[in-house]
């Protein structure tokens, strides 16, 4: 992933290693994560999903995202990592390929390819990475995009069908997101959480771990950096950003941030400006 923003590129991984449990994380770049052998849930923002063969994701680089509960030994899955620089240079003024990443996320993440549409899939995989000899960049390149114009149009089509569809979710927990993600910039402390919804501490605390597998902390650490990021790109001095972020103290934002993302916020806004 780093080279892959590094280079202002793509980067594709066919993963078959044992899938360690991951905490909470953002990237720089979008994701793409095909699912072959399937897993058990996703967590994307605030939406929980199941995980099945076929299974296609797309998560742009402010979105937290968390695999839990993994119920094979062995997960088989491709990763796709794409800068979103470089997705922009595909695109033109008729066809914003950027789109499956940001349309409307309260609808879905995720795409559930039927066998054809996995076979595609594949086989653009295939051809970009068995690609060799004279000209193989501009095949590279050109492969890639129509990969990513067939995924966009599989995804505009599944919108309409996802629409009636709400991912599964614990419906106390749904709500205690939706609350953390709207009131990012307020004091959000366990005891305000559990005032707020009339729970105790330690049951608010048991049910967020048990549906999400994470704290309460560590995801608003994650949200709050992931809004940090947004503003930064926008063009929010970093003084502005973690003011608007909830943090207590610019020294507290500066750990956090780094501690996440790898850099200091404002190497961060140089390099995103």
Partial sequence: MDSCIAKQYFAIAHLYKNEKIMSMHIHDCYEIYYSITGGKQFLIDNRFYDIHPGDIFFINQYESHYLSQIDHEVLERIVISVSPEFLKSLSSKETDL?????????????????????????????????TNGFGEDLIER?????????????????????????????????????????????????A??????????????????????????????????????????????????????????????????????GISPKKYSRFST
């Fill in 192 to 261: 305000e959480l559990s005032e707020h919804f009339f729970l105790s501490p330690s049951y608010i605390c048991r049910i967020f771990k048990s549906s999400t597998g994470t704290t309460i902390n560590k995801y608003i650490i994650a949200k709050r950096i992931a809004l940090a990021k947004s503003l930064l790109v926008q063009g929010y001095t970093v003084n502005e950003t973690w003011e608007q972020c909830g943090f207590h103290d610019y020294s507290n934002f500066l750990k956090s941030f780094t501690k996440t993302v």
């Fill in 142 to 190: 050109s492969v890639f995009t129509e990969l990513m114009v067939f995924l966009n149009q599989l995804f505009f089509i599944q919108q309409g069908e996802n629409e009636k569809e709400a991912p599964e979710y614990h419906q106390q927990v749904d709500k205690i997101l939706t609350y953390i993600n709207q009131n990012l910039q307020n004091e959000l402390s366990i």
């Fill in 98 to 130: 950027n789109q499956c990443f940001f349309y409307d996320k309260k609808i879905n993440h995720k795409l559930s390819l039927n066998p054809e549409e996995q076979k595609r899939f594949l086989y653009y995989i295939h051809k970009i990475c068995s």
